[in-house]
T-cell receptor
Framework: EIVLTQSPGTLSLSPGERATLSCRASQSVSSSYLAWYQQKPGQAPRLLIYGAASRATGIPDRFSGSGSGTDFTLTISRLEPEDSAVYYC?????????FGGGTKVEIK | QVQLVQSGAEVKKPGASVKVSCKASGYSFTTYYMHWVRQAPGQGLEWVGIINPDSGATDYTQKFQGRVTITRDTSTSTVYMEVSSLRSEDTAVYYCARDRFGGGDCDFWGQGTLVTVSS
């Protein structure tokens, strides 16, 4: 199975700053079948990005995804207080689907 | 609007079974695959399996093969996940999640069902 490693574990930034989250795969993710989710405490995950770079419906354009092969990035261009959450990457190019361990984004 | 409403929290003893339901509304039930994903307390997300509501075909992660069964009832637009031989390590929130377009990313999620396994 494909193992996804996310870094850093925690990111602490101020409102308005740029956040860069990394997701590295143990083998190439086919067809860039990589998604990013946001999860706030006590809530279900919310789809942000699919296909490595496509924003899901209703997602603000400050969220962007990039990458291919084994290296993927989620960028939040201008952090807002409501962006405080844990972010997970998921690969769905091969079974079993797998998730990264998550990056916690804290807003100072 | 799309809604996935799951059944309530469960407390089970080790060795028992649990069946969690996920009732879908607001879209054509048989058009979209449904996943089950679980999250142990304070931990990350773990994929359990998937069902094609149209054909009933399923796929599971190998870790759960033989212990998890996903089924559906098209007459009520409901998907079920049953886990048998429960262990304490199965304590988790279980989510159903609609597959966006047959790929594996999930655009709508249920509210989650906490299953606690404790003697």
């Amino acid at each position: 199975e494909i193992v996804l490693t996310q870094s850093p574990g925690t990111l602490s930034l101020s409102p308005g700053e740029r956040a860069t989250l990394s997701c590295r795969a143990s083998q190439s993710v086919s067809s860039s079948y990589l998604a990013w989710y946001q999860q706030k405490p006590g809530q279900a995950p919310r789809l942000l990005i699919y296909g490595a770079a496509s924003r899901a419906t209703g997602i603000p354009d400050r969220f962007s995804g990039s990458g291919s092969g084994t290296d993927f990035t989620l960028t939040i261009s201008r952090l807002e207080p409501e962006d405080s959450a844990v972010y997970y990457c998921e690969q769905y190019g091969s079974s079993p689907l797998t998730f990264g361990g998550g990056t916690k984004v804290e807003i100072k | 609007q799309v809604q996935l409403v799951q059944s309530g929290a469960e407390v089970k003893k080790p060795g028992a079974s649990v069946k969690v339901s996920c009732k879908a509304s607001g879209y054509s039930f048989t058009t979209y695959y449904m996943h089950w994903v679980r999250q142990a307390p304070g931990q990350g997300l773990e994929w359990v399996g998937i069902i094609n509501p149209d054909s009933g075909a399923t796929d599971y992660t190998q870790k759960f093969q033989g212990r998890v069964t996903i089924t559906r009832d098209t007459s009520t637009s409901t998907v079920y996940m049953e886990v048998s031989s429960l262990r304490s390590e199965d304590t988790a929130v279980y989510y159903c999640a609609r597959d966006r377009f047959g790929g594996g990313d999930c655009d709508f999620w249920g509210q989650g069902t906490l299953v606690t396994v404790s003697s």
